[in-house]
């Protein structure tokens, strides 16, 4: 042991902590990292051969161009159903309010026959009195079949409309108003819920 002046304390350490020989293991081993530890100073810091990934940007790009890709698929597929279920409510409605077309459309001369009896003239008492029966039963038909939608055209005086009638004939205008209107109606039209089912046929003055 030597005095206070001396470097080397009584327990063989120096004065500033570390033992004797650590400098020299240092200096002697290259290979002993600064702190000792057995590693190169690169391999305790962390750094390394650089791992090469593709830049956030371009992921966030490509994330982004399935995401519109994804949504637009969405978009058309959306649009397309909903246009179907337009379509298929408008086909019902349309297949609901002309259901009885055909049957209606058969039953239109029968009113016919029946309107042409309640107008025929007759004198005899018995002939007033069926008339009235046909024409008390006529109103009740038309009733019936106009709570089913079936409309009678109104012709009287009107433009003619080649979209609801029918021209079977022209002649002079009885006066000069009337020309291009209705003059005569040789058989009804009719509409059912709004849709024509039978163009009246009618005389058009010129």
Request: no cysteine; glycine share 10%; aromatic share 4%.
């Amino acid at each position: 042991m030597k005095d206070k002046k001396g470097n080397i304390s009584d327990n063989g350490k120096q004065q500033n902590g570390n033992p004797p020989y650590a400098a020299e293991a240092a200096s002697d081993n290259p290979g002993l990292g600064s702190a000792g530890t057995g590693l190169p100073d690169e391999t305790v810091s962390g750094s390394g051969p650089e791992i090469k990934e593709p830049a956030a940007e371009e992921r966030l790009a490509e994330k982004t161009k399935q995401f519109d890709e994804i949504n637009d698929k969405y978009l058309r597929l959306y649009a397309e159903f909903e246009n179907f279920k337009k379509r298929t409510a408008k086909e019902r409605i349309e297949l609901i309010l002309s259901a009885g077309e055909g049957i209606i459309r058969s039953i239109l001369p029968v009113i016919d026959d029946m309107e042409r009896a309640v107008n025929t003239g007759t004198d005899s008492e018995e002939g007033r009195a069926m008339q009235e029966g046909i024409r008390l039963i006529l109103a009740k038909f038309k009733n019936i079949l106009a709570a089913h939608g079936l409309q009678a055209m109104d012709t009287d005086d009107r433009i003619f409309n080649p979209d609801m009638h029918d021209a079977i004939s022209h002649i002079p205008a009885p006066a000069p108003e009337q020309k291009g209107k209705i003059i005569d109606v040789t058989e009804k039209g009719y509409l059912l819920n709004g849709k024509v089912i039978r163009y009246a046929k009618v005389v058009v003055g010129s």
